[in-house]
């Protein structure tokens, strides 16, 4: 199984970023996605997560408004769109995939597998 994430960069803050992650060596559409980001000396935390047929959506409270997940199982390739950055946001960013049931999709414990990160920093 391999996850590739991409699309990390330097902008201002304001700016835009759209992350990808290309999964191959798995059924994609059996999997629940989520990203999560890890700033210097801190934890690994929860961005975003999306269901296996893209139906359901959910945010951490700090990206919600500004952060879009979606996903094209045909393509096997889950996405970030990430609006209005802000220094706060600078971190790796990394793309998990899990069969945890709903409830657990916050937590980074119950992904099964994770691609390499991918870097975002916004200055100000």
């Known amino acids: 199984v391999q996850l590739q994430a991409s699309g990390g960069g330097s902008v201002q803050a304001g700016g835009s970023l759209k992350l990808s992650c290309a999964a191959s060596g798995l059924t994609f559409s059996n999997y629940r996605m989520g990203w999560f980001r890890q700033a210097p000396g801190k934890e690994r935390e929860f961005v975003a997560h999306?269901?296996?047929?893209?139906?359901?959506?959910g945010y951490s409270d700090s990206v919600k408004g500004r952060f879009t997940i979606s996903r094209h199982n045909a393509k096997n390739i889950v996405y970030l769109q990430m609006n209005n950055l802000g220094p706060e946001d600078t971190a790796v960013y990394y793309c998990?995939?899990?069969?945890?049931?709903?409830?657990?999709?916050?937590?980074?414990?119950?992904?099964?597998?994770w691609g390499q990160g991918t870097q975002v920093t916004v200055s100000s």
């Open positions: 998990g995939a899990t069969r945890i049931i709903l409830s657990g999709v916050r937590i980074p414990s119950n992904y099964h597998y």
């Open positions: 999306i269901s296996q047929n893209g139906g359901t959506t």
